[in-house]
Each structure stands twice: as structure tokens, then as C-alpha cells.
């Protein structure tokens, strides 16, 4: 079982996170995604220099399109994003998953499920990970010059994932007999008491 609805009794929250209450925690994600950006900037410009050609008006058409691609696959992106998790969490036995939006960013969590672990770094990391590859794929395969469109969204995945990152980061240090409630807006995690 990786997913239970009731906590055992002698469980106790022993770590809160919640980015739009922590000004800490939100300060150090922020920094991961910054740092994550612009390294992976510098990365594709290795592989591919950016060179903006807009002589002409088909150069500039084909620009424009470019533009228009980013922004509308960029927002798909993000609701497929905690769609990813969203199903991660039914993989694992959640039963009360719910999408939203604060205005800030979208989320997919659940007030009523406890993960374990396992489960729960899986559930962090799967959007990340499954996007990463789709995005790797696409920029093997497209044409050249579309190369910075697949990759603006691959710094997107990979920096925008920086919360998750962190967090997984956090949990994975911590005991394996602890269990995580994830809301989508802030996350709780539970271990067994220390005995007195
Ligand atoms: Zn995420």
C-alpha cells in the first residue's frame, strides 16, 4: 500500500512546507530555478547557437510563429504538468486527487491522501522526468531551427520542476517510514513519534 487514508496513531507532523508562506524555502526554490535556467541556457547555446535572423518578412512571419508556439504549448505544458502528477497519485492509490489554480500557479494534491515514501518521491518527480524525455525526443527530431522552441520548454520542464526537486530532495533524507499529504498548495510530512 502506498497510499493510506487514515495515519497510523503515533504519527506527528514533523516538517511543514508551504512556498507562499516560507519566504526561506521560497527564496532557496527560486534560486534552484534561476541557477537551473541559466545553466541550461548555457548548455544550448553550446549545442546550438541562438541566432536571430529577421532580415526578411518570412523571417520575421516564421519568428512570430515561433513566439506564438512557446506561449501556447508553454501553457499546455503547465496543465499537463499536474496532470502528471495528478495521475501519479491515482498510480499510487490516491483517491481524493484535485486540480486547481491560485492565480499564482496551477496544482494537483490531495487533502485527504497520505503517500509513503516511495510513492511520493515517484509522484514529485514523474513530471519532470516524463516531460524531460518527451521534450528530449522532440528536440532530436525537429527540424534545426525549431531546436529553441523544444528546448525553451525543456528549461520550462527542468526549472519550473525546481519545487519539486527540492522537495524530493528534502524527503529523500528523511526516514523511509514517513508519509506525505500534498495538498498541491503546501505538504506535510508525518513520521512516527520519537519515544520519550
Ligand atoms: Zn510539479
Do not use: C
Request: charge should be neutral.
Amino acid at each position: 500500500m502506498h497510499a493510506i487514508q487514515q495515519l497510523p496513531d503515533n504519527y506527528e507532523p514533523v516538517l511543514e512546507m508551504n512556498l507562499q508562506k516560507n519566504k526561506k524555502t521560497a527564496l532557496q526554490v527560486n534560486g534552484l530555478a534561476v541557477g537551473l535556467t541559466i545553466l541550461l541556457m548555457l548548455i544550448g547555446i553550446i549545442i546550438h547557437p541562438l541566432r536571430f535572423n529577421l532580415e526578411t518578412d518570412e523571417d520575421f512571419k516564421a519568428f512570430i510563429i515561433k513566439m506564438i508556439v512557446i506561449s501556447v504549448s508553454y501553457i499546455a505544458y503547465i496543465i499537463l504538468h499536474e496532470f502528471t502528477h495528478g495521475v501519479a497519485m491515482k498510480h499510487f492509490g490516491g483517491q481524493k486527487v484535485q486540480y486547481g489554480f491560485t492565480g499564482m500557479y496551477a496544482f494537483a494534491g490531495s487533502k485527504e491522501d497520505y503517500f509513503d515514501r516511495y510513492a511520493y518521491l515517484r509522484i514529485a518527480l514523474a513530471p519532470l522526468t516524463v516531460w524531460g524525455i518527451i521534450f528530449l525526443i522532440l528536440n532530436i527530431v525537429v527540424p534545426q531551427d525549431w531546436f529553441w522552441v523544444v528546448y525553451f520548454l525543456q528549461i520550462g520542464n527542468i526549472s519550473g520542476a525546481a519545487g519539486d526537486i527540492f522537495v524530493s530532495w528534502k524527503v529523500s533524507k528523511m526516514p523511509d517510514t514517513l508519509y506525505v499529504r500534498d495538498t498541491g498548495i503546501d505538504m506535510t510530512v508525518y513520521d512516527r513519534k520519537h519515544a520519550a
